[in-house]
């Protein structure tokens, strides 16, 4: 029998759709980004995080941009640690970035939806918050991923990632 898609994760594939929509005019000024480095949960338990993003621009304000981030982040499980964090865990989300152009200050939030569950990331619905610094196409961000304690347990995945811009 099929599987049917919780609200939550439905309302994040419409908020993706939505957004998506509207920034269909802005494909050629589309930025893509991909980015990879290290998470960390509870117990300082780490394992590998990639990344994959349109961020398309929204709108440009006085020295900087404000750009739509629509993606995708993979958690790799993790083994031999007394918590459950074996699944992999794969989050869809969408939210906004700011970009200062004049010192590189990046800020960002979304909201998501996720594949895979455990200790850490324990369901829907997933925000991910951002902070770092970009310099021209390259990019360090630290960025978090919580359900705000709407699930429990909610440890939560933080994580430095390098980030290229295409």
């Known amino acids: 029998m099929p599987e049917t898609m919780s609200p939550s994760r439905s309302l994040a594939m419409a908020a993706a759709l939505f957004a998506a929509g ?3 005019p802005a494909v050629a000024q589309s930025q893509f980004e991909l980015s990879a480095g290290p998470s960390w949960t509870r117990d300082n338990e780490s394992t590998a995080v ?3 993003a349109w961020m398309p621009t ?8 404000l750009r739509w981030e629509i993606g995708v982040l993979h958690v790799r ?10 699944d992999d865990v794969t989050v869809g989300h969408v939210g906004m970035r700011y ?3 004049d010192n ?3 800020l960002g939030f979304g909201v998501g939806a996720q594949s ?4 850490a990331l324990s369901g829907d619905p997933q925000f991910i918050s951002t902070a770092g610094w970009r310099w021209d196409r390259f990019s360090l961000l630290a960025r978090h991923i919580s359900n705000a304690s709407i699930h429990q347990p909610n440890d939560g995945e933080t994580m430095l990632v390098a980030a290229w811009r295409f």
């Open 77 to 86: 499980g993790r083994d031999d640690t007394r918590y459950d964090l074996a």
């Open 116 to 119: 895979g569950h455990t200790d």
């Open 99 to 101: 970009e200062r152009t």
């Open 22 to 24: 509207f920034s269909l």
């Open 50 to 52: 990639i990344a994959a």
């Open 104 to 106: 590189g200050l990046t």
């Open 58 to 65: 929204f709108r440009p304000i006085t020295n900087a941009t």
